[in-house]
């Protein structure tokens, strides 16, 4: 394949096995000509902040550091197969963090995630981040169990 079907491929990864198993596609699918321009994007947590309180700015710098670290094992992991990726991390709700940045940057064609498996009951009441982005983003969604 000379020119990659998928130009510009968001990763949204976080410190998991399905995340790790969605890099691995990633690199398949980079090797094979079929992507090309990862982003790698990982959302922290910051609900249990609470941004009035004296200890919250050291809390965020620790969310970021972990969000930093989980970025760059994948980066790694790219990069031991030639493969140069953009790394991007912020702070919030991962579905809609996502969903802005599809929005917001209007050039991904792709997004390439991991699934955690939950019962029907977890779905119900959590809900998933994958559910909600495949159901609200308009570009491909390849989800990876």
């Known amino acids: 394949m000379d020119k990659p079907l998928f130009h510009k491929t968001l990763l949204p990864v976080n410190d998991s096995p ?12 980079y090797q094979a000509g079929v992507i090309d321009n990862l982003v790698l ?12 309180k004296l200890h919250s700015a050291e809390k965020l710098d620790e969310l970021r550091a972990e969000s930093l670290q989980v970025l760059e094992k994948y980066q790694k992991m790219l990069a031991d197969h030639n493969i ?5 991390k912020a702070g919030g709700d991962p579905a809609s ?7 917001n940057d209007g050039q991904f064609d792709l997004i390439i995630m991991g699934s955690r498996r939950l019962n029907k009951f977890q779905e119900l009441a959590f809900g998933s981040v994958t559910d909600k982005v495949t159901r609200l983003v308009n570009i491909p969604v390849l989800v990876i169990k």
């Open 97 to 103: 963090l996502i969903l802005d940045l599809i929005e």
């Open 18 to 29: 399905q995340s790790e198993r969605a890099v691995q596609k990633a690199i398949e699918l």
């Open 41 to 52: 994007f990982n959302v922290y947590d910051t609900s249990g902040v609470d941004i009035t």
């Open 84 to 88: 140069p990726c953009t790394i991007k």
